[in-house]
C-alpha cells in the first residue's frame, strides 16, 4: 500500500480549483460531496463550517477562495458597515476568521486571482497566511508547493529539540520565517514582548540551524551606558576614553563567523547607530582610537520589545539603519495571552521541566518513592477539566477553578513568567509534600493538589507589578477606560494644539481597544453602532488607520 495521500477540502463557489486538484494534482485526495461528481467542493461559508464541525478530523488542508458569488443568505458577515459586494469580494476572509476560530489548528490556503490584488486593507487578517495568486490552470506549481507547504506545517511537533513551539497559528508562522531566516548570512529583526523567548529563539534556533562555524554573542543593549555602547559593539584601543586601559575587541569582532544577537536594539546612540550602519553595509569594524579597520562575517540578529517602525516614526531609530536591517525579515513572537490554545502543552512542558531541576528532582523522587514510583520518573501536571491522567510519575493536579485562574490570567510576562509560576508551584507542593513524609504520615496517591491560593497568591504578585509593556502609561493603567495622559505641544494656532492632544488621546484609545472601532464608539458616544463617526475623525485628525493597525501586526499594543 502507498503512503496516504493529504485530503484536501476546496471551499469555492466556482468549479476551477477543484477541477484543477482532481484532474492535474493526483497527489492530493479531494474531500467533500459536491457535484460535480468529479471535483468536489463546498459552495459557501455556513455549509463549510457545518462540514468542519461533522467532518474536521477528515481534512488535512483547506483551499479557500477568497471572493463568493452567492446570494446574500449564504454569506458570513465580513465587518461592520460593509456593503454586499465588498463582503461577496473578501467572502474568504469572513470564512478564514471563522475557520481560525472555531479551528486554530487547520492549515488553510487562500486562492485568488489577479483581480483581486489590492488586499493591503486586510492586511492583518492575511498576516502570515499561506497564500498563492492561482493566474491560470497551468500555474500548478506555485499551488503545489502552497499546499505542500501548508501540510509540512501542520504535521511539525509541537516541541523538537528543547524548542516549545506549540500548535498556535502564530507559532507556527513565527517556525515557518525562522526556518528561512536562518539561512544566509542576512540578518533578522525579533520583535515580542518581554519573556516570549527572543534570545532563545536566536541562539537556539537562528543560530544552531544557519550552518555558522563561530559562536553566539549576544549584547543586552539596554544594560550597556550610552556612553560606552561604540567601545562595545566595535572593540577600542588602549587609551581611545577614560578608563580603556588595554585593547579590548568589540561583539563584532568576537562573533566573527557567528551570529551577534542585538537585544533591545533600540537603545543604541542615534550617532552610533550611523556607525553600526556602516558596519553592516561594509562588513568591517574600526575600533575606537584606531586607524585601522578588520574584516568581519557576522549574522546579525537585532531584537526589540518594542515595534521599530515606531520607534523610527517617534525619530529614536535611523530609517536608513531600520531598512538595512530589512523590515522584511522582521518576525513577532507573539505573547502567550494570544496563544491560548498552547497554554496547557506549554503548562505540562513546563511542570515536567520543573521537576527535573537540580533543586527539586530530589524532592520529587523523595515524594514518588513513598508512593511507589521510581525515582528519575518525570513529573507530570493534571488538568482536572481535560480528564485523563497523563504519565506515571509524582503528579500535580489542577483542579478545574484553579486551572482557570491560570488560564485566565494576562501573562504580561509572557513564557519566562508562566515557567517561574510553575517552578514555584512545584516547589511548594513537593516541599509540603515531603513535610508530610518527614512527620512520620503516609502518602499514598501520587496525585499532589495544587493550593489554589497559592496560585491566586502567585498571580496576585505579578499583577501587582508596574506594566512593562512598552505602551503602558500611567494613564494606561488607570481603571477608567477613558482616562489616560496627553502631552500638549505648541502649535501655531489653537486649534492645532486643541488636535494634537485629540490626536494622542485617540491614538491611547485605539491602543486600549486593540482598534475596536465599535468599542471606541461605544466609549465615547454611548452607542457602539456609531463607529462611523469615530472612523471619519479619525480620518479628520490624519490617523491612519492601515498604519496603525499595521504597528499593532508588529508589536505588543494593550
Request: charged share 25%.
Amino acid at each position: 500500500m502507498g503512503e496516504k495521500r493529504p485530503r484536501i477540502l476546496v471551499i469555492d463557489d466556482g468549479l476551477t480549483y477543484a477541477r484543477v486538484v482532481a484532474r492535474h494534482l493526483p497527489e492530493y485526495e479531494l474531500v467533500a460531496a459536491g457535484e460535480p461528481a468529479e471535483a468536489p467542493r463546498i459552495e459557501d461559508g455556513p455549509a463549510a463550517l457545518d462540514y468542519l464541525a461533522r467532518h474536521g478530523r477528515d481534512v488535512d488542508v483547506i483551499l479557500l477562495d477568497l471572493k463568493f458569488d452567492v446570494p446574500q443568505e449564504r454569506l458570513l458577515p465580513l465587518e461592520e458597515g460593509a456593503d454586499l459586494r465588498r463582503t461577496r469580494r473578501f467572502q474568504g476572509v469572513a470564512i478564514l476568521r471563522e475557520i481560525r476560530k472555531r479551528h486554530p489548528e487547520m492549515p488553510v490556503v487562500l486562492l485568488t486571482s489577479q483581480a483581486d490584488l489590492s488586499l493591503a486593507e486586510l492586511a492583518e487578517d492575511l498576516a502570515s497566511q499561506s497564500m498563492t495568486y492561482f493566474l491560470d490552470g497551468d500555474d500548478l506549481d506555485s499551488l503545489r508547493i502552497r499546499i505542500n507547504a501548508a501540510v509540512q506545517e501542520a504535521s511539525q511537533p509541537v516541541e523538537e529539540n528543547g524548542m516549545l513551539w506549540g500548535r498556535s497559528p502564530g507559532m507556527r508562522a513565527v517556525r515557518r520565517r525562522l526556518s528561512v531566516l536562518a539561512q544566509g548570512r542576512m540578518p533578522a529583526i525579533l520583535e515580542g514582548e518581554t519573556g516570549t523567548g527572543k534570545s532563545y529563539l536566536a541562539q537556539r534556533f537562528l543560530h544552531a540551524h544557519s550552518g555558522r562555524t563561530g559562536p553566539f554573542v549576544t549584547v543586552d543593549l539596554g544594560t550597556v551606558p550610552p556612553d560606552l555602547v561604540a567601545a562595545h559593539l566595535f572593540g577600542a584601543t588602549r587609551g581611545a576614553y577614560t578608563g580603556a586601559v588595554a585593547d579590548r575587541k568589540g561583539v563584532f569582532e568576537l562573533a566573527d563567523q557567528g551570529t551577534l544577537f542585538l537585544d533591545e536594539v533600540q537603545n543604541i546612540p542615534l550617532d552610533v547607530q550611523k556607525q553600526l550602519l556602516l558596519v553592516l553595509q561594509d562588513r568591517r569594524v574600526r575600533p575606537l582610537g584606531s586607524s585601522r579597520e578588520k574584516n568581519v562575517d557576522v549574522k546579525v540578529v537585532a531584537a526589540s520589545s518594542m515595534p521599530l517602525a515606531r520607534a523610527v516614526a517617534e525619530g529614536r531609530f535611523r530609517r536608513d539603519l531600520y531598512m538595512r536591517l530589512s523590515p522584511a525579515t522582521r518576525v513577532v513572537i507573539p505573547p502567550l495571552r494570544e496563544r491560548p490554545e498552547d497554554l496547557p502543552f506549554l503548562a505540562r512542558r513546563l511542570t515536567e521541566l520543573a521537576g527535573a531541576q537540580e533543586e527539586t528532582a530530589s524532592l520529587r523522587d523523595r515524594v514518588g518513592q513513598a508512593v511507589g514510583i521510581a525515582p528519575g520518573t518525570p513529573m507530570t501536571l493534571q488538568i482536572e477539566s481535560d480528564g485523563g491522567e497523563r504519565g506515571a510519575g509524582v503528579m500535580l493536579l489542577l483542579p478545574t477553578p484553579t486551572w482557570r485562574l491560570l488560564a485566565e490570567h494576562s501573562w504580561p510576562g509572557n513564557v519566562r513568567e508562566l515557567a517561574m509560576v510553575l517552578h514555584n508551584l512545584v516547589t511548594f507542593t513537593l516541599v509540603e509534600a515531603a513535610d508530610v513524609l518527614r512527620a512520620g504520615l503516609p502518602l499514598k496517591s501520587p496525585r499532589l493538589q495544587v493550593d489554589p491560593g497559592l496560585v491566586a497568591t502567585l498571580l496576585t504578585g505579578y499583577a501587582a507589578l508596574p506594566d512593562s509593556r512598552p505602551d503602558a502609561s500611567a494613564g494606561a493603567a488607570t481603571e477608567d477606560p477613558l482616562r489616560c495622559e496627553v502631552t500638549l505641544v505648541a502649535g501655531e494656532t489653537l486649534n492645532d494644539v486643541s488636535n494634537g492632544a485629540e490626536r494622542q488621546y485617540f491614538l491611547a484609545l485605539f491602543r486600549r481597544t486593540k482598534g475596536d472601532f465599535r468599542q471606541m464608539a461605544r466609549l465615547l458616544l454611548g452607542d457602539a453602532d456609531r463607529e462611523r463617526a469615530v472612523r471619519l475623525r479619525f480620518n479628520q485628525l490624519g490617523l491612519k488607520v492601515r498604519e496603525l493597525r499595521g504597528w499593532m501586526s508588529c508589536g505588543p499594543w494593550r
